[in-house]
């Protein structure tokens, strides 16, 4: 009989989630088996699980900020060991080779597959029938190149949302090369926006967090912001107008007043998309007129993913995590529809 | 008596222009005066005309691609003399002196005063409405006013120092050049510009068009391959193939996700057309590091340097002229899509 893994899927985009096993794709030479400990739950989990995006393969079994321990390992994998703890994020596989990985983009990779709502592909690029299913489970196989080691000094559980919110919000950072000097604003304080200011604090800039209400003025200073802009103030607003060197927006959709955050970007400043809503974003053709530039960005390469950890370890940078059973997943899934996760849910086996 | 200026203004959003006399700012230190020979008629005047978003202060004379002669100049002015042939684009002031006209960015200078629909301030407070070229003479600060060089005719002037300057100034800072792959969006005022200094900087022109018509015109102007947008197979074939895509459109029924499929990874899509609506951008272009930017026309040293580049390169407008009392006809023929390419008033 082929063997089995374990997980919980949803099989409509009611998005109730129930038992459900599946074949995996046979271990390649380049592979690792593992075996799961932890799983994050990323709002990208609750949009696949509803075909908020596109349709769903279903049954799903989403989840893709995993940590485990190493269960077996193809011949041709010689920098992991047998017991190793481990993490995988939003991707199972890069080539490696092509353009995109070459300068470090694994995840815009054209043959890449993703950790779950995607299909395993052959040699030859053709898709097998072996569906990719992700975190919320006992096991997962992945392609090496995807596999990153857990640093000693960063808890399983804690690992988890690094994996995905965490390589996500550092990612654009290092890129616009944020530091001293630089006015960073951050939109949202959540999953992704209480570990973006952390990182645009360790790396030096002047952060504002921006929220909607007062309410986490002292959670966001705590976590490393200078100031706090309640975004419902307009006094708050007209203080920080043309203020802001780059703005990262956590939270937005159709509805969102675009030109408010607009106008809190100095001339020439840009606006980074990290959450990604489901419908077109209307932006307000007069920023352009200021120079200034939209721009978004997904998850990051395998190195990008290396140099986060390594930074997380060496500024001590941490979610805050809240730890629900993995049999309890659909009372995890529902804390964070609610909005009431604080800031991530880790499911644990 | 106070001395007046006489040009067409709009008296509201109908649009209609009628004979219309304004006392001038007083001629500062450091102001020229410049009587009007031609003036080019850009898209901006007819959205400024009808006012869309309610910005507009009647009576209004319109008109920002400018040439003309100096016919007077401030106490301080050396760098011009009466007579000179001198051209005025959007702008009839900068200070020359805050971060923005240092960094050559004079266009977003906070003291900045447009060509139309703005107001002059005297130290006293005291405004002058800023009137444009659709008139017999004007003022600005020399800062605004530059030397048409002399290869350069005075009608073919005038939609360079808009048009060209505002499609001219993203190439240039893009680094559009050989090895580069350029989408132009729309074969028209502007796209036609474009496509000529995008080609002229070396760069591979992709025309993009709504049909065929204007294959042929687009290979003239320089581009190296045609796309007829409402062809699937055409869309098909340059599909992820342009880094940039400099579009010149301003309508709102624009299909954003066609043309972002066309630009690559980690490209970027430039609007050289600001539409009066935000623009529904497909939020999955983001996850392929496309960026969205747009600009708004150049700072002085731009000018300069785009006058300078179109001598060098033969780069021209297509116009069409017309003369100022007939300014209405001119008008009509750029609402009516029928202007090939710039309809330039003359005096």
């Not at chain 1, 994998?77 to 994020?89: A, E, P, Y």
């Not at chain 2, 050989?178 to 502007?190: D, F, N, T």
Request: net charge positive.
């Amino acid at each position: 009989m082929a063997e089995e893994f374990h997980g919980y899927a949803a099989f409509d985009k009611e998005g109730i989630l129930k038992p459900y096993s599946y074949t995996p794709k046979p271990l390649g030479d380049e592979d690792i088996e593992v075996e799961i400990s932890h799983c994050g739950i990323c709002g990208s989990d609750l949009h696949t699980i509803r075909s908020g995006w596109f349709p769903t393969i279903y049954p799903a079994i989403v989840g893709h900020e995993i940590v485990g321990k190493v269960l077996k390992k193809g011949s041709k994998v010689t920098d992991f060991n047998i017991g190793d703890r481990v993490g995988i994020g939003c991707q199972v596989y890069s080539c490696g080779k092509c353009d995109e990985c070459n300068v470090g983009y694994n995840q815009l990779c054209s043959k890449m597959v993703f950790t779950y709502n995607d299909v395993w592909k052959d040699a030859e690029g053709v898709p097998t029938q072996y569906q990719a299913h992700g975190g919320y489970a006992d096991k997962i196989r992945a392609h090496s190149d995807s596999v990153f080691h857990i640093p000693k000094e960063i808890s399983s559980a804690e690992a988890c949302p690094l994996l995905c919110a965490g390589l996500t919000t550092f990612l654009p950072l290092k890129h616009h090369k944020v530091g001293p000097g630089n006015k960073v604003g951050i939109v949202g304080i959540g999953g992704l926006g209480h570990l973006a200011i952390q990182w645009a604090a360790k790396m030096g800039a002047e952060v504002t967090a921006i929220s909607q209400s007062d309410k986490k003025r002292d959670e966001a200073i705590k976590l490393g912001a200078t100031h706090f802009m309640n975004a419902s103030d307009p006094n708050d607003v007209k203080k920080f107008t043309h203020s802001l060197d780059i703005i990262l927006t956590t939270s937005g959709d159709s509805n969102t007043d675009w030109t408010k955050y607009m106008n809190l970007i100095k001339n020439r400043g840009t606006l980074v998309l990290i959450g990604l809503p489901d419908a077109p974003i209307p932006i307000p053709a007069f920023a352009f007129m200021r120079f200034i530039k939209v721009e978004g960005t997904l998850t990051g390469g395998s190195q990008d993913m290396k140099d986060m950890l390594e930074f997380a370890v060496k500024h001590n940078i941490r979610p805050l995590i809240q730890k629900v059973p993995m049999k309890d997943v659909n009372e995890g899934v529902k804390m964070v529809l609610n909005g009431k996760a604080r800031y991530r849910i880790v499911l644990e086996n | 008596m106070a001395e007046k200026f006489h040009g067409y203004a709009a008296f509201n959003k109908e649009g209609i222009l009628k004979p219309y006399s304004y006392t001038p700012k007083p001629l500062d230190d450091e102001d020229i005066e410049v009587e009007i020979t031609h003036c080019g008629i850009c898209g901006t005047d007819l959205h400024t005309i009808r006012s869309p978003r309610g910005l507009t202060t009647y009576p209004i004379i319109v008109g920002h691609e400018i040439v003309g002669k100096v016919s007077k100049k401030g106490s301080k002015v050396n760098n011009f003399n009466i007579g000179d042939r001198v051209g005025i684009g959007y702008q009839v002031y900068s200070c020359g002196k805050c971060d923005e006209c240092t960094a050559g960015y004079n266009q977003l200078c906070p003291k900045r005063v447009f060509t139309i629909n703005d107001k002059w301030k005297d130290a006293e407070g005291v405004q002058y409405q800023a009137h444009g070229g659709y008139a017999d003479k004007i003022r600005a600060h020399s800062n605004s006013v530059f030397h048409i060089p002399k290869e350069i005719s005075s009608a073919e002037a005038c939609p360079l120092l808009c048009a060209g300057l505002t499609t001219f100034v993203p190439l240039k800072r893009h680094k559009v050049g050989p090895g580069k792959k350029v989408g132009i969006l729309g074969i028209g005022g502007l796209g036609h510009l474009a496509i000529q200094w995008a080609a002229k900087m070396g760069a591979e022109v992709i025309a993009i068009s709504q049909s065929d018509k204007k294959r042929d015109e687009a290979n003239k102007f320089g581009a190296t391959n045609f796309l007829n947008a409402s062809d699937p197979n055409d869309v098909e074939k340059f599909t992820r193939s342009l880094d940039i895509i400099f579009s010149t459109s301003n309508g709102s029924n624009t299909d954003w996700n066609k043309y972002i499929g066309l630009i690559k990874n980690h490209g970027t899509l430039f609007l050289l057309g600001v539409p009066d609506v935000p623009i529904p951008i497909p939020a999955f272009a983001f996850l392929r590091f496309i960026k969205v930017e747009g600009s708004l026309t150049g700072g002085s040293q731009d000018m300069r340097d785009m006058l300078e580049f179109a001598v060098k390169h033969n780069v021209r407008p297509l116009i069409q002229t017309t003369p100022m009392k007939d300014v209405n006809e001119g008008i009509k023929m750029m609402h009516n899509g029928k202007a090939k390419y710039r309809v330039v008033l003359e005096n």
